[in-house]
């Protein structure tokens, strides 16, 4: 009996030394587990933190690109505003100076006529202007 009795103990001994066994090789496959899994999440959150960064880059470059774009239309168009206006600004010119010609040619053609007129109106006189230096001999002074 009391033979069996050890028996019997170390029979459950060696079922409780096997089954702490496996309990530690649970434990340590678990602890690993845990430092893969503890990795994977700090490498997972360092890629997160990478991807957004990266994004938040390509959003302002893209922006950057946006503005530029923006900033040579604007003055593009603004360029063939002034463009425009000056070539509104040279015909405007040159249709003024026109108009002022035309109106000269025209006041001067009424003042010629005017002129004629008036010539004809007047007798028709030729003088001489001559200017003696010393004394003449045929000048006799008035009295």
């Given at each position: 009996m009391f033979g069996k009795k050890n028996y019997v103990e170390t029979e459950?001994?060696?079922?409780?030394?096997?089954?702490?066994?496996?309990?530690?090789?649970?434990?340590?496959?678990?602890?690993?587990?845990?430092?893969?899994?503890?990795?994977?999440?700090?490498l997972e959150a360092e890629e997160i933190a990478h991807m957004v960064k990266m994004n938040k880059e390509k959003n302002n470059s893209e922006l950057e690109r946006?503005?530029?774009?923006m900033i040579k239309e604007n003055?593009?168009?603004?360029?063939?505003?002034?463009?425009?206006?000056?070539?509104?600004?040279?015909?405007?010119?040159?249709?003024?100076?026109?108009?002022?010609?035309?109106?000269f040619d025209s006041e001067l053609k009424n003042m010629k006529d005017v002129l004629a007129l008036l010539m004809k109106g007047l007798p028709n006189v030729n003088m001489e202007i001559t200017k003696h230096i010393g004394i003449d001999p045929s000048y006799k002074k008035r009295k």
């Amino acid at each position: 009996m009391f033979g069996k009795k050890n028996y019997v103990e170390t029979e459950e001994l060696k079922e409780l030394k096997v089954t702490v066994t496996a309990l530690i090789k649970e434990k340590r496959a678990m602890k690993e587990e845990l430092e893969d899994l503890k990795l994977k999440k700090r490498l997972e959150a360092e890629e997160i933190a990478h991807m957004v960064k990266m994004n938040k880059e390509k959003n302002n470059s893209e922006l950057e690109r946006a503005k530029i774009d923006m900033i040579k239309e604007n003055h593009t168009k603004f360029a063939d505003y002034q463009e425009e206006q000056r070539k509104i600004l040279v015909e405007s010119l040159q249709k003024f100076h026109s108009k002022m010609e035309e109106k000269f040619d025209s006041e001067l053609k009424n003042m010629k006529d005017v002129l004629a007129l008036l010539m004809k109106g007047l007798p028709n006189v030729n003088m001489e202007i001559t200017k003696h230096i010393g004394i003449d001999p045929s000048y006799k002074k008035r009295k």
